[in-house]
């Protein structure tokens, strides 16, 4: 491996471990706002169902919170599925194209959330 692959090479590991890092901390988020969304439920059930708002922004919130998770697992295992067995990742452009591909995908279906979260995981890539 020449020197500017295996500064690519390491580039890689490091937007990798920072996915991982950012999964976690997102999966956290999810079951927190899980558990807001629970309670916001059963407040809007004991006050004779007049907590709507309440109700409707923790909804909101963990539904926004959940499309980033997936899209950030999908990003996740798409990383994963590159690398060797020494942790080298094989056909980086190929990876980058394919995030492309979907963020295009995501744009057309005004799905603007998903296409903004892989523009900026796109461009951390080498």
Do not use: C
């Amino acid at each position: 491996m020449t020197p500017v692959e295996l500064k690519v090479q390491k580039q890689l590991v490091q937007v990798f471990e920072s996915l991982k890092k950012e999964l976690k901390l997102i999966t956290s988020e999810v079951h927190r706002l899980g558990w807001r969304q629970r309670n916001a439920l059963i407040s809007h059930v004991y006050s004779d169902y007049t907590m709507h708002e309440e109700l409707n922004d923790a909804r909101m919130k963990w539904g926004k919170k959940v499309v980033a998770q997936n899209v950030h697992q999908w990003l996740f295992d798409q990383m994963v599925k590159q690398r060797d067995i020494f942790g080298y990742f094989q056909d980086y452009p190929e990876l980058k194209n394919r995030i492309e591909i979907v963020r295009a995908a995501a744009i057309r279906k005004e799905e603007f959330e998903i296409a903004e979260i892989l523009m900026k995981w796109q461009n951390r890539l080498p």
